[in-house]
Nanobody, 119 residues
């Protein structure tokens, strides 16, 4: 089992910044993918940014140039620096880790942290 503890959400005005953190604990493999997804009311959950344990990032087009993902493997922690926030970034942000197992890996999710961007 893997546990994920998120922090850093909140209310911010458009154009502002927030930093999300997510610490993983439990049966974490050294090779994994950690990152962030988000879900706005009435919409499906979507990828925001993920990063492999080797440091390779992948971003949604909507956040490229504004969000930066990073991770500290020694602390099993992933960060999401969000700059130039827009009202459309308002959503619950979920931390995710995918570890080896089954056919396509095993996914674990955090409980989510709410980000609200006011106009």
């Amino acid at each position: 089992q893997v546990q994920l503890m998120e922090s850093g959400g909140g209310l911010v005005q458009a154009g502002g910044s927030l930093r999300l953190s997510c610490a993983a604990s439990g049966n974490i493999f050294s090779v994994n993918v950690m990152g962030w997804y988000r879900q706005a009311p009435g919409k499906q959950r979507e990828l925001v940014a993920i990063m492999t344990s080797y440091g390779t990032p992948n971003y949604a087009d909507s956040v490229k140039g504004r969000f930066t993902i990073s991770r500290d493997n020694a602390k099993n922690t992933v960060y999401l620096q969000m700059n130039s926030l827009k009202p459309e970034d308002t959503a619950n942000y979920y931390c995710n880790i995918r570890v080896p197992g089954a056919q396509n890996g095993i996914n674990y999710w955090g409980k989510g942290t709410l980000v609200t961007v006011s106009a």
